[in-house]
Every structure is written in structure tokens, then in C-alpha cells.
Nanobody, 129 residues
Framework: QVQLQESGGGSVQSGGSLRLACALS????????MGWFRQVPGMEREGVAA???????SYIDSVKGRFTISQDNAKNTLYLQMNSLKRGDTAKYHC???????????????????????WGQGTQVTVSS
């Protein structure tokens, strides 16, 4: 049974940092593409970042230079380092694995359910000014 468990969310002030972690079970972190998406109630799901098995990454424009996606295969964990956080980053963040390969090339694509193999319950990130 595949399970993804996110952690590391919280409340921070604008300009602060958080590191999200996604513990994977039933699936290895070096298999295919994985990524993070975020969702605000009432708004469309938004892809944030993706990484493939070769370590190549993709980010949406609004987080480039601020967020870094990485994976630790020894720990079977996916990470999202978020720096210089802004109020617009407030959302629940979910990890997903595996995801369709085109999302690894372009994280700004549509992260519909059918394009994602599995995803976790999410961790809330709240950024205040």
C-alpha cells in the first residue's frame, strides 16, 4: 500500500522559511517523477515543483529562486525547502508520487487527479505579513 505523509508546515512571517518533508512508503523515491502541489479552498490546485529520477527539477515561475525540491533516496523522502515566503504562498501543500512525466518537465501544468498516482493529506503553510 502506497502512503505519502507530509510534515513541516506551520505559520511563519513573510520572508521566513520552512522545509516540508514527504515520507514515502510502498514506493521508492527514485522511481519516476514526484512533486509538490498546493491548494487553497475554492481555488484550483496549483503545481509547485517536480523532480525526476535523474534529479532534474521544474518549478512554477512564482517560486523559482525561492523554493528547492530535493529527494533523499536513502531516507525515501521528498523535500521542499521554501525560503523568502510570501503571503501568496499560503496554502495546504501536498506531495504526489508518481506523477506524469510531463509535469516533471513543466510543473505549471494541470495537476488533475488522473495525472497523479498517489498524494498525501497535506500540510498547512500560513504566511503572515
Amino acid at each position: 500500500q502506497v502512503q505519502l505523509q507530509e510534515s513541516g508546515g506551520g505559520s511563519v512571517q513573510s520572508g521566513g522559511s520552512l522545509r516540508l518533508a514527504c515520507a514515502l512508503s510502498g514506493i521508492t523515491s527514485n522511481t519516476g517523477c514526484m512533486g509538490w502541489f498546493r491548494q487553497v479552498p475554492g481555488m484550483e490546485r496549483e503545481g509547485v515543483a517536480a523532480i525526476d529520477s535523474d534529479g532534474r527539477t521544474s518549478y512554477i515561475d512564482s517560486v523559482k529562486g525561492r523554493f528547492t525540491i530535493s529527494q533523499d533516496n536513502a531516507k525515501n523522502t521528498l523535500y521542499l525547502q521554501m525560503n523568502s515566503l510570501k503571503r501568496g504562498d499560503t496554502a495546504k501543500y501536498h506531495c504526489a508520487a508518481p506523477i506524469q512525466r510531463d509535469l516533471c518537465r513543466e510543473a505549471g501544468g494541470h495537476w488533475f487527479d488522473e495525472r497523479l498516482g498517489n498524494w498525501g493529506q497535506g500540510t498547512q503553510v500560513t504566511v503572515s505579513s
